[in-house]
Each structure stands twice: as structure tokens, then as C-alpha cells.
């Protein structure tokens, strides 16, 4: 199953253009390098998907070797990032098997 829209834009307006950089200190380039870099997994957020929007999970890496997790749905065949943070413990621990088998 194909999630990702080719070629991959991003939707970036007033509701999420700064809020990542505020909260969680990561900048729309890291953001966006994350969906760029291998490995990349993604998974769907059922927990948090309605009807109407489908959510998704992203772990992966930017060019400096940051490891984050993305929250984002797509609209309009773009990317539009809800929330960007740094890995969990946790999710690490899961992002690390998947770079081992790859």
C-alpha cells in the first residue's frame, strides 16, 4: 500500500508552521529531511484517524543524525505534519531493529 504522495510536497500553514520549532525544537528542514532519509517507516495512527482524515506515524532520521518521530495526515496529496518530536526510549528501540535490518 502506497502512503506517501509522489512527488512529496508539504502543506505548511499558520496551525503548524512554527508549533514544532516552539514545542519540540525541531525546524521545518529537519521535519521535512525525515521523510527523505533511509531507513523510513510509517505506519497508520488508527488511534487518532476519523472518518474523514487518515493519520500516520513516521520514524526515521535527518541529515545530522537526528532521530524523530512525525504525526501527519495527507491532504491534498501533500504532507502536513501535525506534530515532529524526537524519539521515545521506545520507539528508538523499534527504529534500531529496522536500521539493523536493512
Given at each position: 500500500m502506497r502512503i506517501l504522495p509522489k512527488p512529496i510536497?508539504?502543506?505548511?500553514?499558520?496551525?503548524?508552521l512554527n508549533k514544532n520549532l516552539v514545542k519540540h525544537k525541531v525546524t521545518?528542514?529537519?521535519?521535512?529531511?525525515?521523510?527523505?532519509?533511509e531507513p523510513f517507516t510509517v505506519a497508520e495512527d488508527s488511534k487518532h484517524s476519523t472518518f474523514q482524515e487518515k493519520r500516520?506515524?513516521?520514524?526515521?532520521?535527518?541529515?545530522?543524525?537526528?532521530?524523530?518521530?512525525?504525526a501527519f495526515t495527507i491532504r491534498d496529496k501533500k504532507i502536513r505534519?501535525?506534530?515532529?518530536?524526537?524519539?521515545s526510549k521506545k520507539e528508538e528501540a523499534a527504529y534500531e531493529k529496522l536500521e539493523a535490518n536493512s
Open positions: 510536497t508539504f502543506l505548511w500553514d499558520q496551525g503548524n521545518i528542514s529537519e521535519a521535512e529531511e525525515l521523510f527523505a532519509n500516520f506515524q513516521a520514524l526515521g532520521k535527518t541529515k545530522a543524525n537526528r532521530s524523530l518521530f512525525a505534519i501535525i506534530s515532529v518530536r524526537d524519539m
